[in-house]
Structure formats: structure tokens, C-alpha cells
């Protein structure tokens, strides 16, 4: 078992910066690949980044690239989603999960929810206009 805990969410005005972190607990985390997943109101939870075993970052598309940068601390097991540059459309619940990387076979396994066996409770990031 693997338990994930965000922090860092709050209300920052647009243009503003965040830290989110997610720490785990319960195994070695080295061996998880990590994503960001968000979900705003009424809306579907969506894909944010995600961060391989080794260090490098996964994103989809061009929404968060150039603004948000993933990256891990194995030795704290943490990762944190350093996010610039803030809009009021990324206002959203941040979810941190984890999944074992022998569990993924392709790049796309990344994007999807379904991937991950272990999630975080959430935090809110607010962004106003």
C-alpha cells in the first residue's frame, strides 16, 4: 500500500504561483510513477503531468507545458508540481497518484486515470481574476 497526501493549494491571483507537493508512505517510492490529475466543477477529472521513475516529465499537450514543471525527491518521497504563470481556468481540486512502473506499458498509460491504483485526498488551487 502506498498512501499520497497533497499540500500546497490556496488562493493565488492570476499570474501567481503555486507549489503543490505529495508525499508517500508505505513503499518504495522510487519504483512509482507519479501524476497530477485536476477536477474542476462539474467537470471530469483530468490529466495535469506525471513523472517517470527515472526523472523524466510526461504532459499532454500544450495547457499546463511552459507553466507547470513536475519533478521528484526520492529521498523525501515527494513531488511536487511547481506551477507558474496561474490562470483562473486551472482553478481546480489537484490530486497526486501513484502507480507501479511495471504496471505501465505505453506513454498514453500516463494520461488516464484508470491507470493509477493509489490517489491522494486532493487540494484546492484557486485562482482569481
Known amino acids: 500500500q502506498v498512501q499520497l497526501v497533497e499540500s500546497g493549494g490556496g488562493l493565488v491571483q492570476a499570474g501567481g504561483s503555486l507549489r503543490l507537493s505529495c508525499t508517500a508512505s508505505?513503499?518504495?517510492?522510487?519504483?512509482?510513477?507519479v501524476g497530477w490529475f485536476r477536477q474542476a466543477p462539474g467537470k471530469e477529472r483530468e490529466f495535469v503531468t506525471a513523472?517517470?521513475?527515472?526523472?523524466?516529465?510526461?504532459y499532454d499537450g500544450d495547457s499546463v507545458k511552459g507553466r507547470f514543471t513536475i519533478s521528484r525527491d526520492n529521498a523525501k518521497n515527494t513531488v511536487y508540481l511547481q506551477m507558474n504563470s496561474l490562470k483562473p481556468e486551472d482553478t481546480a481540486v489537484y490530486y497526486c497518484?501513484?502507480?507501479?512502473?511495471?504496471?505501465?506499458?505505453?506513454?498514453?498509460?500516463?494520461?488516464?486515470?484508470?491507470?493509477?491504483?493509489?490517489w491522494g485526498q486532493g487540494t484546492q488551487v484557486t485562482v482569481s481574476s
Open positions: 497518484a501513484a502507480v507501479w512502473i511495471s504496471s505501465l506499458s505505453s506513454t498514453g498509460d500516463y494520461y488516464r486515470v484508470q491507470t493509477y491504483d493509489y
Open positions: 508505505g513503499r518504495t517510492f522510487s519504483n512509482y510513477a
Open positions: 513523472i517517470t521513475t527515472s526523472g523524466a516529465s510526461i
